[in-house]
């Protein structure tokens, strides 16, 4: 338990908890290091208090849920990791705002990761192992600055619903799709880049009745890498 004193935690190497993360108000506690968090269960990082994200750091969480009161997750290069092996619910911080966020599980499967308000990825969003994201049946939202990895050997890794993903990134992007169904399906497909274009690394598809929006920047496909609408999608 954090309940003093603000605090920063910094290390060469990783610093793993392996119970319960209490943070306190009007405590914050920083991490500009490594943090890996074993404890599986529900509020594995809780309490009233705040948890930073700093610069480049990483957060391995195995919890079933985050319920801590505020979380910054905004800063330049951080990476938050979901990594417990079953259901899992990504936290909403500060803005809604993850730098790098990846979903993850180390065998078995599928452990679904789903969203609990629309999220604005600031890097790179990736889906790996055995992880499912869930836009969920609220259909909550995906804007993406920075490249979208789904490396998931799940069926279908990325339930799309009716939900709707953008492509916002000022550098160039890239789209890298699940190996197991051969390519990515969006429903709402949108890109809105200020610069250059998005390249896609595999086959993305249109699901039916969905629909492609380019309001400003270029896809770039080939002949291997199509960009394909299914019937009544537009």
Wanted: aromatic share 8%; proline share 3%.
């Amino acid at each position: 338990t954090f309940n003093t004193n603000s605090q920063v935690l910094n290390g060469v190497t990783s610093m793993s908890f392996g119970s319960f993360v209490v943070v306190t108000a009007p405590t914050t506690v920083t991490n500009n290091g490594t943090v890996v968090t074993t404890e599986i269960s529900a509020g594995g990082l809780s309490g009233t208090g705040s948890w930073t994200q700093g610069v480049d750091s990483e957060l391995y969480y195995q919890g079933q849920t985050i319920t801590i009161s505020s979380m910054n997750t905004s800063a330049s290069g951080n990476l938050v990791q979901y990594t417990r092996l079953g259901s899992q619910t990504v936290f909403n911080p500060v803005s809604g705002t993850y730098w790098h966020l990846t979903l993850s599980a180390s065998s078995g499967g599928p452990h679904t990761k789903s969203l609990s308000a629309n999220a604005d990825v600031n890097g790179d969003l990736s889906i790996i192992t055995n992880a499912c994201l869930d836009v969920t049946a609220s259909l909550y939202s995906i804007n993406v600055a920075g490249n979208w990895i789904n490396t998931s050997t799940e069926v279908d890794p990325f339930v799309q619903r009716t939900g709707t993903v953008t492509f916002d990134g000022g550098n160039s992007q890239t789209i890298t799709a699940n190996p197991v169904s051969g390519g990515e399906t969006f429903y709402n497909f949108v890109v809105n880049k200020s610069a250059n274009g998005v390249t896609l690394n595999d086959p993305i598809t249109i699901a039916t009745a969905g629909l492609a929006t380019f309001t400003q920047g270029i896809v770039y496909s080939n002949s291997s890498d199509l960009f394909i609408f299914a019937d009544g999608a537009s």
